[in-house]
C-alpha cells in the first residue's frame, strides 16, 4: 500500500482512529479500577494508593506502555483534527434537503467538538497530577512513598474542580457513546449477530466509566 494510502486516506484515518481510541478505552478501564482506591479514604487506604501510584509511575513494562499511551492521545488527537478538516473540505455546503439528525446522532456529529473538550479536560488533568507526580514538590507519606493521596484529596475540596469533572466526564459519555462502536465499524467489524451486541456494550460502556470516574470527586469531597 502507497505511504499515502496508508496514512493519508480518509479511510486509513478512521483505521488509526479506532485502533488508538480502542486502546485508549482499555487504558480507562484500568486507570478507573486503580483510581477506585481512592474512595477508601482511611490513612491505610491513602498510604496503599501512594505505593500504587510508585509502583505505576516507576515499574518499567508501565513505563513503556504509558509512552504508547501518550503517543496514542496525541496521535488520536491529531488524527481527529485533520479528519474534521478533510470531512469540511469535501462537504462545504450542507445538501438543500439534508435534516440533521434523520440517520444520524448529534453526538456522532459534534465528536471533533467533543474531543476537543476532553483533550482540554486532559491538559488540566495532567498539569493537576501528573505533572505534579512526576516533576512537582510532593511530600512524602510515612512509608516514604510520593504522596498522591493528599493532592488528590485537597484538589477535590474545591466544588468547582469537583464540577469541572463532572461535567468533563458528561462530556468523555456522549464522546464513548459515538466512538465505542464506531470503531468497530471503521475497523470493518460489522455483523448482523454482533454489532447489537457491540452497539449495547458501547453504551454500558459509556455509561459506566464516566459515571465511576464522576463518583470519586464527588465522593471525596462529601467526605472530606
Ligand atoms: C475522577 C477521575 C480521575 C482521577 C481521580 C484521576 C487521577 C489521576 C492521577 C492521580 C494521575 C497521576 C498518576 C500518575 O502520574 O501516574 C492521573 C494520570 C492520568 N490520567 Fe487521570 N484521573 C481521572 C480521570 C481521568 C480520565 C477520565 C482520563 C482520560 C480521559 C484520565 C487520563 C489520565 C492520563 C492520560 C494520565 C497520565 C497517565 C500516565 O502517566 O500513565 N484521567 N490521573
Redesign the pocket.
Known amino acids: 500500500m502507497a505511504r499515502s494510502a496508508l496514512l493519508g486516506s480518509s479511510l486509513a484515518k478512521k483505521y488509526w482512529m479506532a485502533l488508538t481510541g480502542l486502546f ?1 478505552c482499555t ?2 478501564i484500568a ?2 479500577a486503580g ?1 477506585l482506591q ?1 474512595l477508601d479514604m482511611s490513612p491505610e487506604g491513602q498510604l496503599k494508593f501512594n505505593a500504587y ?1 510508585k509502583f ?2 516507576t515499574f518499567p513494562l ?1 513505563k513503556l ?2 509512552y504508547v ?2 503517543a496514542s ?1 496525541l496521535f488520536h488527537a491529531f488524527d481527529g483534527f485533520l479528519l474534521a478538516v478533510q470531512n469540511r473540505k469535501a462537504r462545504p455546503v450542507k445538501y438543500a434537503h439534508e435534516k440533521a439528525g434523520a440517520n444520524s446522532t448529534w453526538y456522532g456529529r459534534q465528536m471533533a467538538l467533543l474531543g476537543t473538550l ?1 483533550l482540554v ?2 491538559i488540566i ?2 498539569k493537576t ?2 505533572y505534579e ?2 516533576w512537582g514538590e510532593l511530600g512524602l507519606d510515612v512509608d516514604g512513598n510520593k504522596d ?1 493521596y493528599t ?2 484529596a485537597t484538589v477535590f475540596t474545591q466544588w468547582w474542580y469537583v464540577a469541572l ?1 463532572v461535567m ?2 458528561l462530556v ?1 459519555a456522549y464522546h464513548l457513546l459515538h466512538g465505542f462502536q464506531s470503531a468497530f465499524q471503521s475497523l470493518g467489524l460489522n455483523h448482523p449477530r454482533y454489532t447489537p451486541v457491540i452497539k449495547n456494550v458501547g453504551v454500558f460502556f459509556a455509561v459506566i466509566v ?1 459515571v465511576f ?2 463518583l ?2 464527588v465522593w471525596m469531597f462529601i467526605n472530606a
Open positions: 485508549l487504558f480507562l486507570h478507573l483510581n481512592l501510584a505505576m509511575t508501565v506502555v504509558s499511551l501518550y492521545i476532553v479536560f486532559l488533568h495532567m497530577f501528573w507526580m512526576h498522591l493532592l488528590v469533572y468533563s466526564m468523555l464516566p470516574f464522576a470519586i470527586p
